[in-house]
């Protein structure tokens, strides 16, 4: 009865890992996945989570019961007061209703698998280009997807004309996906005064915002820094949407948290939300794992940890920023052709080369360097060992 069914192509950001496992190479990089690698090439497991593990193995108290539907309620708490701060005044007027979700594409499914049932307006408008998941968590959650402009190759920066542009012509009451920093897979974000004016426009229109939260305390090494976008939204008494994942700020990967929060507009509305929130997860995983929530709140809601956690986040931050003048200076010691400043510009995980699709597959079939072939490379799989090779492969593309 399956006899029919035609092989699917291989998912474009994780392919790139099953085709980087299956290369025997020695001189292998994997550039494609946006995961944080260690000088050697190693993931890492921060200090402050192997102590928060600790603590936890130790608490004889800790059981594996289920969690409820809505998760843990300590890590919903703390995560909402992460991204919009602990002073927000949506969270002291309990406005914000938060549910434990699996990571950053659980939050956006859940978040839209909401809208699609709850809200007027099923069109999401999503920047071009954007996280290849996006579209497909939209439009399976139904949802229809738009996009808007949001990147200029001929700068390598951001298109603001185009995405006011855009935006503004969106019909009102539209959803408007924004990336709260450090955009994949541009590594482009609006400054603050752009993000204002972004801000304006949407209310003025009445556009719903709905924030992918992915890097917070990533692009700058600030957690307060990274959330600006989204708390200039928030202060301003209206309602949104956010989707945050622990997955690279904590380097909790594989243990899927995350947070969905929609601020509403009362209290006696948060409450409603929440309620059909409940009717959205249990149909579709029941309730969240309790392992790395756990995790979360035990390093959140505890000063010490939560201190040596912001300077483990700022070191990861930082070795990303090197990486970047470490490229960059290989690029122009090597005199490859073309502005490569952009490489210092971009923040975050990414760095949107500008490589082309056949300079990539050259990359990796001469060079064994694994990127998405979009030309994204993930600045943290570098390391001052790999940089030369990447710079190699980079100046024989664009020389060949
Ligand atoms: C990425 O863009 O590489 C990450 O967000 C990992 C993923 O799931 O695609």
Redesign the pocket.
Known sequence: VFAHVVKAPE?P??GVTVAYNKDPSPVKVNL????YRTEEGKPLVLNVVRRAEQMLVNDPSRVKEYLPITGLADFNKLSAKLIFGSDSPAIQENRVATVQCLS??GSLRVGSEFLARHYSERTIYIPQPT???HPKVFTLAGLSVKTYRYYDPATRGLNFQGLLEDLSSAPSGAIVLLHACAH??TGVDPTLDQWEQIRQLMRSKGLLPFFDS?YQGFASGSLDADAQSVRIFVADGGECLTAQSY??NMGLYGERVGALSIVCSSADVAVRVESQLKLVIRPMYSNPPIHGASIVATILKDRALFHEWTIELKAMADRIISMRQLLFDALRARGTPGDWSHIIKQIG??TFTGLNREQVAFMTQEYHIYM?SDGRI?MAGLSSKTVPHLADAIHAAVTR
Do not use: H, R
């Open positions: 998912d950001i994780l494609g996945v946006g995961a950053g594409t996280w290849g998941n994949n897979p992915a997955a690279k995980m990414f998405t993930s």
